[in-house]
């Protein structure tokens, strides 16, 4: 059996990149980790990842861990083009900071 190696993940500061392979609860645990680690948390999204940075803020929301602070929606300038932009911004909920500090023992 192969073990997966597992990497701790310590955000340098409030920003999520997340990328269209990123699974749906997979963006959300990680989202906890900045939440727990910042207070508060941006996820930033790009083309096709942008339902998934919708998704994770809403399951966020409705399970009472975050506030949605703020959405932005523009255009980023690549190489190839141009791409649409997401930003949604989350604050903790005071409930969500004792749900999310028991969660994650770092």
Same mark, same amino acid.
């Given at each position: 059996?192969?073990? !997966?190696?597992?990497?701790?993940i310590d955000p340098?500061?409030?920003? @999520? !990149?997340?990328?269209? *392979?990123?699974?749906?609860?997979? /963006?959300?645990? +990680? *989202?906890? $980790?900045? %939440?727990?680690? @910042?207070?508060?948390?941006? $996820?930033?999204?790009?083309?096709? /990842? $942008?339902?998934?940075?919708?998704?994770? /803020?809403?399951? %966020? *929301?409705?399970?009472?861990?975050?506030? +949605? !602070?703020? =959405?932005?929606?523009l255009t980023q300038? %690549?190489?190839?083009?141009?791409?649409?932009? +997401? +930003? =949604? *911004?989350?604050? =903790?909920?005071?409930?969500?900071?004792?749900?999310?500090?028991?969660? $994650?023992?770092?």
């Amino acid at each position: 059996m192969d073990q !997966q190696k597992k990497t701790l993940i310590d955000p340098k500061d409030k920003t @999520f !990149q997340l990328s269209g *392979s990123t699974k749906p609860r997979t /963006a959300v645990f +990680i *989202s906890k $980790i900045f %939440l727990k680690k @910042f207070d508060e948390v941006e $996820i930033h999204a790009l083309g096709d /990842a $942008i339902s998934g940075a919708v998704r994770c /803020a809403e399951t %966020l *929301s409705r399970q009472g861990l975050a506030t +949605i !602070q703020k =959405v932005e929606t523009l255009t980023q300038t %690549l190489e190839k083009g141009k791409k649409p932009k +997401i +930003i =949604v *911004s989350l604050r =903790v909920t005071q409930d969500g900071k004792k749900r999310i500090n028991e969660e $994650i023992k770092q």
